[in-house]
């Protein structure tokens, strides 16, 4: 018994069908549309959901960059990637700005994405409700609704509780003035650049077996109260120790010889990129 | 009555039924029905076929038997419950010419949140148990559309001052608090949007003598300061007489004698409100 | 050091599939994939139920593959089966079609057609044979060879073959409610995801494709006291369902015309379970509704364990999570469940450091 697999892995009926969608998902934006996910060569809450809307947009002439926490060489990424690329043989690349299409876990790369360009994010638990309310009948009805007190009563408790909004990654968006959305767990650093975006933005939780989307240019919004303003994590004063870049998302990282704490950009191809423009200049 | 005043709320024909009710019941002859059951069929009608006002600063009590309906009719009113059938104006919706029965699932969160307070017989229906006390008092104003902490900071310290909370105590999750203290945080939350009219579903059953009179000594109070109407509900013709200006006594869904309390109180029409009024003496 | 640790991450990929073949194969023994069709039926039945694929083969290699491990060979399964066109649609299936290799009623000794004990662990005594360490093919061969000239001698006074539903039985006796065929196509949640509230042929189709555990765990749980169920097994039953499929070809949907694709082996079971029902005027009877369940291969616990969720989501109790649709749907999964578990193996660098930020920050505002 010996099988060939269709090019990007899927029945061409299966993409199409998570190709609907996705296309349903940018028509609503923020709103979380229900498909039939697959099951994937890897594991439920590794990326299958971005996974599968990678491979039932990706065309012949596509190129590819997948990134794990703001790394291209990370081995989920890598693992992904190859995946990828032995069902397609299209290629891939490490420049965010050469690639078509960027698959990321937990990052928005720091080079601005251009239009044309579609940035796919994987999605662990994409009903920013969860945490307030267990049950997925009664969170899709407070979506109808529109009612969204349980999220803005989490953070006031926050406030109440630490003086501050306490959220790290993850922190909830208000999409088009209508929908609120879990952005997937991106630290707060990356939630502006959701904001009138020149990428096509799409996210898929595959275990979850929801696609939702931000299509270009649509006003996104990190819930806050007026006198509480939504904050970043801050890398004030925290240089790159490889390109001396700043104000990017900085890995935090402990010098085994001298115990000291240093910093490097989280974004590797930013990074490198930086590095190479720096020498050749 | 005679009345000049325009009535905060009317309600006309509310009929509530459990089950598909037939041929023998639907009609509602008090004769096909075994108090508020149909022996055919097993459907309980709830509310039979419910009407009345309710005047700008008065507090209208509703006395009955459990099982009579009071709790049904509330339920309806704070929209917890579908009713079968049936009208309902808000003088301060949509000027009360729109039947709140047929809003939206939307606009009827709006009503709720903005127009009418609840209390529960249960505090575990009207608060979140996990929530500090100025938690639940927020999450009302946030439903309202309060975006400033700092506010509703504020206005939380004040009402739950107001309800003898210790202000020491304000962060600390309710579960922790005494039934009369829950009791109490509950008021202030639903006095937290000043609405227009406040429900009161058996505040005081269940707490102890001395809590009891502390708890109605501020209801009335609150009436007093804030002019706010109220329907008082309690099987208890005690608390009806210390709290409400006019009575309904309900028995099997249906409203058999309303009046002035007093009236009502020194003479009894229905031979059942004549027991009632036998026994407090 | 953990940045090390997501960089070059390929060649430690590599080396890290390397080492798990070394491991597959370090004893120096192959298991063939033959072999394991022919002697691991149970983690076959298993792992082809789990992950509704019916082929043998494809579930050997599988198991081959993963070394046996139930998780990583239901896994494989259900990603090839992703990558299947669904050509065709099976006619509707009966299972009183089935021809019967075992089935058993709890509830009624003398049932029409008579019990059939059939091959079952049982009444065997779990002790270990240790003769099986050195058993041999010689020995194996002539004893299989005694055992079917014995069973075709037999064969005229067995029932092979088809035989009526107990259920059937009591419906005509009027202790079970009679209820219409219900043919409408049904749902199916790897086409369409689930929307909540369910319909019964989705909750029928997650159930059955249920980790054996989980079910089996959930289903002993409504059993034992988070749920008020007191069932009996009105009819187990395992055989073989012949599969036909319309002539692609006419829409005649003639039953002269449809072509006979395989068997599948199945177990089938109906549970009863009395509740009061409320009659008119006011009247109590009790009267049994049914809990259902179906497997692909033998596996009875599952089924059984199915039957009682099955009939539990069907009447739904706020008190019990054992029937809360979503709680049960939602976390039987084998692949979902491993999945979500073990990425927390994944490195969460981003959101930790983010985390690390909120925390020096309520620090800081003390």
New interface residues.
């Given amino acids: ?1 010996t ?1 060939r ?2 090019f990007a ?6 993409k199409r ?1 998570i190709r609907r969608a996705t296309l349903k998902a940018i028509a609503i934006p923020g709103y979380q549309v ?8 890897i ?4 990326g ?1 959901g971005g996974l599968q809307l990678t491979l039932s947009l990706v065309g012949k002439e596509d190129v590819i960059k997948i990134i ?4 291209d ?7 992904i990637k ?1 995946l990828v690329t032995k069902t397609t043989g299209i290629q891939e690349t490490h420049n965010t700005t050469e690639a078509t299409i960027i698959q990321s ?3 928005i790369p720091e080079i601005p994405l251009k239009e044309g360009q579609i940035l796919v994010l994987q999605v ?1 638990i994409p009903e920013p409700l969860r945490y307030v309310e ?4 009664i969170t ?1 009805r407070l979506h109808a609704d529109k009612e969204y007190s349980g999220a803005w009563l989490m953070l006031f408790e926050q406030i109440m509780k ?9 922190h909830p968006v208000s999409v088009n003035e209508r929908y609120v959305m879990a952005p997937s ?5 990356d939630n502006g650049k959701m904001n009138s975006s020149n990428a096509l933005i799409l996210l898929g939780a595959g ?1 979850e ?2 696609i939702y989307a931000i299509p270009p240019y649509t006003k996104v919004v990190s819930l806050a109260f007026e006198d509480y303003p939504f ?1 970043v ?2 890398f004030e004063d925290k240089r790159c120790r490889i390109c001396g870049g700043k104000a990017v ?5 402990i010098d ?1 010889k001298t115990g000291e704490k240093y910093y ?1 950009c ?1 974004d ?1 191809s930013y990074c490198l990129e930086k590095l190479k423009s720096e020498l050749s200049a | 009555m005679e009345r000049f005043e325009k009535p905060v709320l009317i309600v006309k024909n509310l009929r509530k039924q459990f089950g598909h009710g037939c041929g023998e019941c639907e009609a509602l002859e008090s004769d096909k029905l075994k108090k508020n059951y149909c ?4 459907t309980v009608y709830g509310c039979q076929d419910v009407s009345f006002e309710v005047y700008p600063g008065e507090i209208l009590g509703v006395v009955g038997e459990s099982g009579s309906g009071k709790s049904t009719m509330m339920k309806c009113l704070y929209f917890d419950e579908n009713v079968t059938c049936g009208e309902a104006y808000i003088n301060t919706y949509k000027n009360g010419e729109s039947n709140v029965f047929e809003e939206s699932s939307q606009q009827k969160r709006y009503i709720r949140n903005n127009l009418l307070g609840k209390v529960y017989q249960n505090p575990i229906l009207g608060l979140k148990m996990d929530f500090s006390s100025i938690g639940n008092i927020a999450e009302k104003l946030i439903a309202a559309g309060s975006r400033r902490v700092g506010e509703m900071e504020e206005r939380g310290r004040q009402l739950l001052e107001h309800v003898n909370i210790p202000v020491f105590r304000i962060k600390e999750e309710v579960k922790n608090f005494s039934g009369g203290m829950q009791q109490r945080v509950q008021i202030a939350k639903a006095l937290s949007n000043n609405p227009p009219l406040l429900l009161l579903d058996e505040v005081t059953t269940g707490l102890d003598l001395s809590v009891q009179a502390n708890v109605l000594d501020l209801i009335k109070e609150i009436q007093h300061e804030l002019g706010i109407s109220m329907i008082v509900v309690s099987h208890d013709l005690g608390v009806i007489r210390m709290l409400a200006d006019r009575t309904i006594v309900m028995l099997n869904g249906r409203i058999i004698e309303q009046g002035l309390t007093d009236q009502i109180l020194e003479d009894p029409q229905h031979p059942y409100t004549q027991q009632l009024v036998h026994s407090l003496l | ?3 090390v ?6 060649i ?2 590599e080396e890290s599939i390397k080492r798990l073949k070394y491991e597959r194969l370090r004893k120096r023994e192959i298991l063939s994939v033959k072999e394991i069709e022919a002697g691991m039926r149970g983690l076959i039945d298993q792992v082809m139920s789990e992950s509704s694929l019916y082929s043998e ?2 579930a050997a ?1 599988s198991i081959k593959q993963g070394e046996g491990n139930p998780e990583e060979s239901v ?1 494989l399964l ?9 050509k065709h649609y099976s006619r509707v299936v009966n299972s009183e079609d089935m021809i019967v290799e075992r089935r058993i009623s709890a509830s009624f000794k003398d049932i029409p057609g008579g019990q059939t004990l059939g091959s079952s662990y049982d009444y065997t005594h779990r002790l270990i044979d240790f003769d099986l360490i050195n058993e041999k093919i010689e020995d194996a061969l002539e004893w299989l060879e005694r055992f079917e000239m014995e069973t075709d001698e037999k064969k005229d006074n067995v029932h092979g073959g088809k035989m009526p539903k107990v259920l059937d039985y009591l419906r005509s006796e009027g202790l079970v409610l009679d209820c219409r065929e219900n043919n409408k196509e049904p749902k199916d ?9 369910t319909e019964r042929s989705e909750r029928l189709q997650v159930l059955t494709r249920g980790q054996t555990g989980s079910v089996t765990t959930l289903g002993y749980a409504a059993l034992r006291g988070y749920g008020a169920l007191h069932p009996t097994v009105g009819e187990l039953r395992i055989g073989n369902l012949p599969i036909y499929v319309d002539n692609p070809l006419n829409d005649s949907k003639d039953d002269e015309d449809s072509f006979y694709i395989g068997e599948i082996r199945v177990t089938e079971v109906e549970t009863l379970i009395p509740i009061p029902i ?1 009659k ?3 009247k109590t009877e009790l009267e049994f509704e049914i809990g259902y369940g179906m497997c692909y291969g033998q596996n009875e616990t599952k089924a059984i364990a199915m039957s009682i969720l099955d009939y539990c989501l069907e009447t739904g109790n706020p008190k019990y999570s054992t029937h809360d649709e ?1 709680f049960v749907l ?1 976390h039987i999964d084998s ?2 469940a ?6 927390l193996k ?14 020096r ?2 620090k800081k ?2």
């Fill in positions: 018994m099988t697999y269709n892995f899927f029945d061409e009926g299966s069908e229900p498909f039939a996910s697959r099951e994937m060569p594991a439920r809450g590794w299958t794990d926490q703001g790394s060489e990370s081995v989920n990424a890598v693992n190859k876990r937990h990052r662990p267990p049950s997925e009948y899709k630490y003086g501050n909004m306490s959220t790290g990654a993850d767990p991106i630290p707060r650093f275990r077996k929801k904050e994590e801050s998302f900085m890995d935090e990282l085994e490097q989280n590797s | 022996p055919v069929c097993g | 050091m953990a940045y640790a997501v960089k070059g991450g390929t430690a990929i083969e494809l290699i896994f259900r990603a090839y089966r992703s990558t299947l066109p669904r949640v790897t086409k369409k995801s689930i929307e909540f509230p409320e008119e005027r006011g979503e939602l692949v979902e491993t999945g979500f578990i073990s990425h994944l490195p969460h660098y981003v959101t930790f450091q983010s985390k690390l930020d909120s925390v920050k309520t505002g003390e």
